[in-house]
């Protein structure tokens, strides 16, 4: 864990695209809602490129909302993905769902007020496909870290099912 900054830990990061690629169907709509949940928390960073890319591609053919859209991506860029220690204003850090919201809100606005049609479809199409990942993707090989990783000294913890708890591979 030495290798890894601090930034990594408080502002989450973008996990490997391969792990994204391990599905089976859900159960019920409740396992979906859940696989949802889960997968979404994970992937949060993978998310907002899935979505960030799905608009790039529904203003290709609109100049004016593709410089406007570039332009907040470089917002993005530089306050959002390529940050290594927490946002810093006026000696304030800024939790990192403050810029995600700031940022999105930034970028809509933005956005809505140069093509509106094209945006709001392109929002529609890249949420149905995170939604739609979110509830195929397998959630059992997703690892969490718990509290004493951000302190410094923990250690990955693979999620455990109930009823996997009575087999003797996981009893004490």
């Known amino acids: 864990m030495e290798n890894m900054r601090s930034g990594d830990l408080l502002l ?3 996990r490997p695209w391969k792990e994204m690629l391990s599905f089976s169907l859900p159960e019920s ?9 889960e997968n979404s928390s994970y992937f949060h960073m993978n998310y907002v490129i899935i979505i960030l890319f799905v608009i790039f591609l529904s203003l290709l053919w609109h100049p004016v909302s593709l410089i406007v ?20 204003v006026f000696g304030y850090i800024v939790d990192e769902r403050v810029v995600l919201t700031v940022l999105s809100i930034f970028t ?17 199409v890249g949420v149905a496909i995170v939604v739609a990942h979110g509830a195929i993707r397998r959630t059992d090989d997703l690892r969490f870290m718990d509290e ?25």
């Open 108 to 124: 809509m606005v933005l956005l809505l007020a140069t093509s509106t049609m094209n945006v709001v479809a392109g929002v529609a």
């Open 69 to 88: 859209f570039l332009i907040t991506l470089a917002a993005w860029l530089f306050l959002y993905f390529l940050r290594d220690d927490p946002l810093v």
């Open 29 to 37: 709509s409740g396992d979906a809602i859940l696989r949802i949940k």
């Open 12 to 14: 989450g990061m973008r």
């Open 148 to 172: 004493e990783e951000l302190g410094g000294g923990g250690q990955w913890l693979t999620k455990v099912h109930l009823k996997d708890t009575a087999s003797s591979s996981f009893s004490s």
